[in-house]
């Protein structure tokens, strides 16, 4: 149903509206032009200012099947452009390069991943974003686009009229800036990560629809090291993604009973139960002595916390940082797929704020694109520590437990670790590129470390079979492997006896 | 003996020539107290020629040794046999009577370091000894001395980065003597205590000192061999450079911390540095620069990728390398390069999926060509030649000097490098001004004589003594301290002056505020806009304002320009005012481009100061500035 008159008299409306003239793809289903707007509300919170049409095309290539899409042009735009010099070429030239765009790996490959809006819009970001830094004309409206799915099936007249009703300079030095830019543009999306994108499908966003998380798609999305950090974390994912929940005994009506607890609702109460007289079954009530049927898939209660401690000093700049955040992704994802609470936390002089995974959904790109702002004081973040997991834990009563992620350097003061460890389990992986032992005086009183060389993180085999063998110890009844491994160190990535 | 550097009590006019005659008369009549006083006079006239200046120096020496003032005698001898070539022996009866501290400065002068060291320890100078038995290499006496300074520092440590240097200090001397061990241990207190004071020191907005514990923690990390150190030290030291505005240092940093990285065969982190120096010299408005930073970026990719290909690293390290490097020339137009690329990566690629991409890729730059690109380096007449200074030496000695005028002007007397004649003319009679006042250290009056006889230094060193004269007591000498530092235009200079304007006395707040409108260099603004956003007294504030109104940077006319759209009447007033006196360009272009986004208020101040410098404003789109 197209657009009600009373919003075509909006600039906001027919600003964007009538830039689809320009649009040479066309959804099938209305619904996907109305994510067309979702996107473009995240380019402009993004600071990327660009025609509808633009956005409306290049995300649709990357968020929707080909089946799902009609590629050609919408109108005929020629009267319309003719006036001004050289804009019916760029006219042209912009369909070829939508169709170069479709002919790529990343659009051909929509249909294998859900891919969100943040991040299709973040995408587009990407790729448009040094187009739209080209563009010297302002937009002379505000986009204001309606949520209504029949505003955006306008035919062919519909647009020529919308896009004739206002001045499209903005529009038409885009269009000059993108044909200009067609080479870059191409080579950016030539070289979309693709595995980027899957892995931002499977561990989640956590949280990128808001601005804060829309800014932190876009700089994982730009920054060259996310590349590393992604193909180690699906290099060792596989062997994540294998874990499951543990069975246990639960409270919930569903499956069969596993066995007998103290805690339940009266239709599991063991029936023999009844036969105690009546003040010693209220006793019985009283002190938790009643017993329950239990039944198995433990979801009702997550005994421990697990804080996933990264090093975002300056210290860890390069190698480093691609090991510990590949690392404290994947040792996250398995530990909640073993249905245990984690939170990630960056430390750089300062704790930075908790940020915990929703569900299942892990804050994969504020984890990708984190980037401290301050020196290194550990000896102020290890005291905070100590003094938050206290207060924690008088609070919720919970058991903290922190896997610590950083370099081999990282001399904390031995009584400052002593405090940690007396509120929670402690296990580190210290990245160490140049090898060799970590002179360290407090690795006595962690449960379990691991050293992993440039050696290790340079060989394929040697450093997804060194994740792997920290991640197997990351058990959720202990942090990685504690009884095993306590004071041990070894380099290469297994625990030393 | 304060009255003698009163200049108050000598001619204004008096020419040089003239006061030296008299000094002799005075001289010829045995009234060596008017002879100091008439020769110092004549001494405070530092552009004179050296010949005449040193024949007065020699007759002010005599004078004062014919008064049994040998401190002051040897101090003028300092000058005289440091300015000659070669440095002459100075007179040895002199030497004998002189303190065991100056005995052992003048020993240092003719070269005698192993016995000026060891006159530094008897005068309870440790820092002094210490550095003086490095110089004569004898690491365990020093070893022993900065053991004894870090122990006591340690033991309550209310000055961290005093510790930590001292820590430092141990380490390499603990190396250097062979004692691996100890040096282990002291460079991890160092490095504690460096993070330690450079957090607190950043929180309390003393940045230059946080970057002078990070240029420490890369002299660490080089001695240790401990990269993570010098990363650390390289990427805070570049944030405060970025912070203070000070771009071409922070671009010449920039290029020595991807050397490093690189040199470390950490091409990872150096490609990453590489990218965000192009960033920042691109906001920076130096594309040049820009561009070569992006060529090092797309090279140091290259690099990883080869680098990992030797070591037999993961295919799809190899191929992410080659990506960023493709997306790096991308930027820059390189599309034949662009091209060679994917061709590489077409060879490399395992999966046939991926091999398909990488050649339909390759294929579209058959035809290109790299495009030509200016990229240069930071130009030569913009790098700073100067390396870092010994911090961990000078910070120290600064430290036991306890804010002596005496000591510090003596450090610029005593400088073995080329300062000016008139500087080290300023600091003789600093010196000699600062020896008599702290002779008698409650002597306000003599307090005020050091502070106007400091005033014209300007140095660094300097700082240390107006600042703690401006602790004192007496809230004229406070206020005269104030005044000396508005010539100081270094950040640490805000520490006092802050101070200042929180005084209880409406003299020094005055003097605070005077000194306050002084202090107008780019790196001034961040502590500038603090004063600004924090004050609560309009003439404060309007200070602020005057002095970010004559510095040229764009964050300095945004805030103005913030202030002209929302700020106080008054405060706009002396915005308005301060600018139609200007003649910086910045605020034009800034205030142009605002002329379209910005409040009717803020539109007709801005077309205000246009007008009456002469410059019409540009027409905004939107037609905002009609």
Redesign the interface.
Known sequence: MPAAASLLSDPGVVGPLGSLALSHVRPLSSALALRAAVWQRDLERLGVVLPFAFVHDFGLLFAAPREQLKIGPRCELGPLVAKTAGAAEAVTAYREIID?VA?S?ASQRARDAKRSDALVGALVARLLG?VARRVR??R?YATALPADAGAFELGGPDLVGLWARLDRGFELESLAALVRGR??V???V??V?L?TLQLLGLLGLGGAGAAGGQVDLLAALGN??T??IV?FSL?ILPSVLETKSRPAASTFAAHGYAGLGRRGTVDSLVLTELAWDEDELVRRLLDDEVLYYSRDQSRDEVRRVHHLLIDA????????A?FARGLALATAKKLVLAGEEVAFRFFD?RLYELVRGQGRELPTAYVLSFKGE???????VFAALAQELALSRRRDGREPVVHLFT???Q?V?RPLVAAVRAEARISAVFIA??GGEP?LDYLDLLDAHWVVSH?TL???AA??ETARAILGKVQADAPAGAAAAAGAAAEGGAPAP | MIEWYDPAGVEDEAGFGYLVARARAALGRDEGGQAVRLLVAALRQAHVREDEYARAAALLRDAYAGLGRYREALTVEWYRTGAQPGRAPVAEGLLRRALPSDQARTLLLTGEVRRAAEAFESAGLLVRAAIAFEQSREWGQARALWSRLAQSLCAAPSDLYAAALAQFNLFRTSHLAGDARAARAASVAATHLLEEAADRLETSGLRERAFDCYQVLISIGRQTGVFEHVLEGYVNILRILQEDHLRYYALQTYEEAVIAARNEGEFVAAATLAREMAAYARKQGEPAVANYATMAEASLWQGVAKASGERGAPPSLVENALLAAVASLGELGQYRSVGALYTRLGELAAEERRRTHYARAGRRYADAHDERVDAQPLPAHLRHEAGFPDVWHVDLIEWEQQGSAAEACADVLLEPGPSADVTRRRALVGRLVALSAEADPSSGRAALLVCGALEHLELYGILAPLEALARRPEAEVRAAALKALSRFLYKRTFVTVRAGLADESPEVVRAATSALEQLRFPHAFDPLARVYREATRPEVRHAALRALGRIELVEAAELLVGVLAFGAADDRRVVVQTLKESRGRVFVEVANAALGETNATARGAIREILNARGIAPERAPGGGAN
């Open positions: 170069e002919q790996e040094a004309t302002r002379p080479l870059l191409l080579t950016l030539d070289a990560d595995d060259p090291s590349h590393d193909s290099e000093s300056a210290s860890m700049r390069g190698e480093r691609t002089a301050r020196g290194r004081n550990p000896t102020r370099h081999a350097a001399d003061p590129p140049g002179d050696q340079g060989e394929s450093r997804a």
